[in-house]
């Protein structure tokens, strides 16, 4: 687990090395911008809700992900035969599992300022991304890895994780397999099928878009091969169970 620091966080990687000169006079507003962007679309997605997420947990989160999509910008593959790019020695690496600083992270960092309660408060985030999990990149429907592509972070924001101590939250990515899609209006073949295994659907699955943290996701694959991120239940409870 790693400790979010935003302030800290935002500092360290516009100094760095995957910042271009020419980057740094906008990182930061562009950073601010994209973060308010995407608080605004996790408040429209749960308007409906009665009981709202604070503002402060959807700040925090948002600047989570913030930062492990620009992690996954700078080392992706940008074509299926290209390797991957490496992060420099000053760019801070955390995660999957986020946590919120205490209040000796604020009493100890010059500027700091005052001691804000709301920090007590905040749950711990769970990252189901391909930065870290790149095994993720297979369809739970027909079994690929070849055909599919990531669509970027799921709309409505994280879900909840119970766990023993407290409550976590997690949030997922958007898996598209587009073989599923050109297929999805024929009859799909079922498991038992003597075709080959990237030709094989699982019936019981449907759509060809899929979240990480979704439980259709993770349908198919066998308990112990499940990040414990990605479930319903915290890693404590999880180990646990």
């Given at each position: 687990?790693?400790?979010?620091?935003?302030?800290?966080?935002?500092?360290?990687?516009?100094?760095?090395?995957?910042?271009?000169?020419?980057?740094?006079?906008?990182?930061?507003?562009?950073?601010?911008?994209?973060?308010?962007?995407?608080?605004?679309?996790?408040?429209?997605?749960?308007?409906?809700?009665?009981?709202?997420?604070?503002?402060?947990?959807?700040?925090?989160?948002?600047?989570?992900?913030?930062?492990?999509?620009?992690?996954w910008?700078?080392?992706?593959?940008?074509?299926?035969?290209?390797?991957?790019?490496?992060?420099?020695?000053?760019?801070p690496?955390?995660?999957?599992r986020?946590?919120?600083?205490?209040?000796?992270?604020?009493?100890?960092?010059?500027?700091?300022?005052?001691?804000?309660?709301?920090?007590?408060?905040?749950k711990?985030?769970?990252?189901?991304?391909?930065?870290?999990?790149?095994?993720?990149?297979?369809?739970?429907?027909?079994?690929?890895?070849?055909?599919?592509?990531?669509?970027?972070?799921?709309?409505?924001?994280?879900?909840?994780?119970?766990?023993?101590?407290?409550?976590?939250?997690a949030l997922?990515?958007?898996?598209?397999?587009?073989?599923?899609?050109?297929?999805?209006?024929?009859?799909?073949?079922?498991?038992?099928?003597?075709?080959?295994?990237?030709?094989?659907?699982?019936?019981?699955?449907?759509?060809?878009?899929?979240?990480?943290?979704?439980?259709?996701?993770?349908?198919?694959?066998?308990?112990?091969?499940?990040?414990?991120?990605?479930?319903?239940?915290?890693?404590?409870?999880?180990?646990?169970?």
């Amino acid at each position: 687990m790693s400790v979010f620091e935003q302030k800290t966080i935002l500092t360290l990687l516009k100094n760095s090395t995957a910042v271009s000169p020419l980057e740094k006079n906008t990182f930061e507003k562009n950073w601010r911008v994209s973060v308010e962007k995407r608080v605004s679309t996790w408040n429209e997605a749960h308007s409906h809700m009665n009981n709202s997420r604070p503002q402060f947990q959807l700040q925090w989160e948002s600047e989570i992900v913030e930062y492990v999509q620009f992690l996954w910008e700078k080392t992706r593959r940008r074509s299926k035969k290209g390797e991957t790019n490496k992060l420099g020695v000053n760019v801070p690496l955390l995660g999957p599992r986020f946590i919120p600083p205490s209040y000796l992270h604020i009493e100890k960092r010059s500027g700091g300022g005052a001691v804000d309660p709301t920090i007590q408060y905040l749950k711990p985030l769970n990252i189901v991304h391909p930065f870290y999990y790149p095994q993720l990149a297979r369809c739970p429907r027909c079994g690929s890895d070849k055909d599919t592509t990531w669509e970027g972070w799921t709309s409505k924001g994280p879900r909840e994780l119970h766990g023993i101590l407290c409550e976590e939250m997690a949030l997922g990515a958007q898996l598209r397999c587009n073989h599923c899609k050109e297929t999805s209006k024929s009859k799909p073949k079922t498991r038992n099928s003597t075709t080959h295994r990237s030709d094989l659907v699982d019936s019981s699955i449907e759509g060809y878009c899929f979240t990480t943290t979704s439980a259709m996701y993770w349908k198919s694959w066998e308990h112990w091969k499940i990040p414990r991120e990605s479930c319903a239940l915290a890693e404590d409870l999880c180990q646990l169970i």
